[in-house]
């Protein structure tokens, strides 16, 4: 580089800074809506669903508790098989898909909860026994999310902030009191918990807590990162809930409040938002979970708006 255009470089550099601009080291992000999941029918009225993405079959599971079922959609975004609580297996409250093709439901009733093992057809094949769980996820322990990461099951009680990890015969491998490891009191613990709950393809669990307008990391070793601010304008939090991360370390965290989703880069760098307050099609009403696939993002939302779904790009 010649020494004038090296210094032009700087200057530039240094009067972004000095305006409060941070020079753009990736190329922009933008997203664009695509369409909402449906059935032949058109669009599903959905509220609220619970919602995972199969990265290596790239088809779409949807929990609804409202009408007991879970659906299936294939990349276009049209339901492609459907199943639901005809099998006595209670009121299911998520699913999720290994990579050998086997569904894992997890349904709670009474103060209970039971996970299944389904085929591809959503067909009950087992019930897991889960052995070598340590006390601490026997008592004060009802999960309500469960999710498969590179062969292994987390299953999760944002209630009281804990992961349990086994294997997909239901063998405890090991497990996270995330409140703990964040310090915090019973009553802190108490008066927060966990809304929007993911793990990411290194086993980095990421998770939002609203009341404190922030979002974390916490590493399979146990170290925390964390970002996020309160705030109205563009990458603050207001009431944060979903949050998912794709291949190329991009984290995305929805706002209830705002009616957006954030995306920030790798190192918590806020990079765009899209959505906001609407009824439009490429709009948001109050979203909640989210789900990544590729450059697809599946956002649920409230009102009947169902699960729509944008399109992520570079310009």
């Known amino acids: 580089?010649?020494?004038?255009?090296?210094?032009?470089?700087?200057v530039t550099i240094l009067l972004l800074l000095a305006a409060g601009t941070r020079p753009?080291?990736?190329?922009?992000?933008?997203?664009?809506?695509?369409?909402?999941?449906?059935?032949?029918?058109g669009p599903l009225p959905y509220n609220w669903v619970s919602i995972f993405a199969d990265m290596d079959k790239h088809e779409v599971y949807v929990t609804d508790t409202g009408d007991k079922t879970v659906r299936i959609f294939n990349e276009s975004g049209m339901e492609i098989f459907r199943f639901g609580d005809d099998g006595g297996l209670g009121p299911i409250t998520a699913a999720t898909v290994t990579a050998s093709g086997d569904i894992y439901l997890l349904s709670r009733g009474g103060h209970g909860y039971t996970v299944t093992r389904c085929n591809f057809r959503g067909e009950p094949q087992a019930q897991l026994a889960f052995r070598n769980l340590p006390p601490e996820f026997t008592v004060d322990f009802l999960p309500d999310t469960i999710q498969s990461r590179e062969g292994r099951l987390y299953l999760v009680d944002r209630n009281f902030m804990k992961v349990a990890v086994t294997e997909p015969d239901g063998t405890f491998v090991t497990g996270y009191n995330l409140a703990a490891i964040l310090g915090l009191t019973d009553k802190k613990r108490e008066d927060s918990g966990i809304v929007g709950f993911t793990v990411d393809r290194q086993g980095n669990l990421l998770f939002t807590i609203p009341v404190f307008f922030a979002a974390y990391e916490v590493s399979p070793d146990r170290k925390v990162r964390t970002f996020g601010s309160r705030g109205s304008s563009p990458g603050k939090f207001n009431i944060v809930s979903g949050i998912a991360a794709d291949d190329k370390g991009n984290i995305y965290v929805a706002d209830t409040l705002?009616?957006?989703?954030?995306?920030?880069?790798?190192?918590?760098?806020?990079?765009t938002e899209f959505g906001y307050r609407g009824l439009e099609p490429g709009n948001l009403i109050a979203p909640m979970e989210l789900a990544v696939d590729g450059d697809r993002v599946y956002v649920a939302q409230t009102r009947s708006r169902g699960v729509s779904v944008f399109r992520v790009f570079t310009n």
């Open 1 to 10: 580089m010649k020494t004038g255009t090296f210094s032009i470089a700087v």
């Open 24 to 41: 753009s080291l990736a190329a922009d992000l933008r997203a664009a809506y695509i369409y909402t999941l449906s059935d032949f029918n």
């Open 258 to 271: 705002r009616c957006v989703v954030m995306i920030f880069d790798r190192e918590f760098n806020f990079r």
